[in-house]
């Protein structure tokens, strides 16, 4: 593997910078440009990224954090082979994660902020009605990241923004929702329901119900 062929330059952008390597080399992992075993040098892939060593440095430290890298001091840091062992445990901390955010979130969010949040759940209905489920995942993982910004817990943040590469690469193939519309469409309803009410609670109950952790 080529880490030349496999990571664009970057911009320099001042503080963002190692935030930008930090997620420029997770996503090549998740992807598969940097494919599982392979090993990772500071220095190539700072001249791949037209950045210093030092983000680099800093990048694959909090990939082995996470468990996207694995180091042996001295002989090679490399990517690490996905653990099926983990996807029920990151499945039940993903069900989990999601209710907090709405148990803090809901009610303290600003009336507009609500107002976008339920615009947000009547897309993610229309998406489940119709069965998409691309846009389905990707307007829930809007709906709860929304959520989570808006909720002004900068810990919450942080949290799910360290876990989640971590959660999406333990998870693949799992769909966050049930497989009947029907049955999909009173839950969200009754999700939607709690929301308006600014019933972190309940929705938060909701949540862990539908996903076998009542």
Known sequence: MSTDAALPRLEPQGATLRDDVYSVIAEAILDGRLEPGSTLRDLDLAESLGVSRTPVREALQRLQRIGLVEVSANRWTRVSVPDQGLYESSREFMVYMMGNTLSIALPRITDEQLET???????????????????????????????????????LLRVQEEADYAMRRNTVGWRPYGECPDQRRVEYLALRDAVASRDGAAAEALIRKRHGYA
């Open 117 to 155: 949040a339920l615009a947000m759940l009547d897309d993610i209905i229309e998406a489940s009605d119709a069965d998409e489920h691309i846009r389905l995942v990707r307007a829930n993982a809007t709906f709860f990241r929304y959520l989570t910004v808006s909720s002004g817990n900068r810990v």
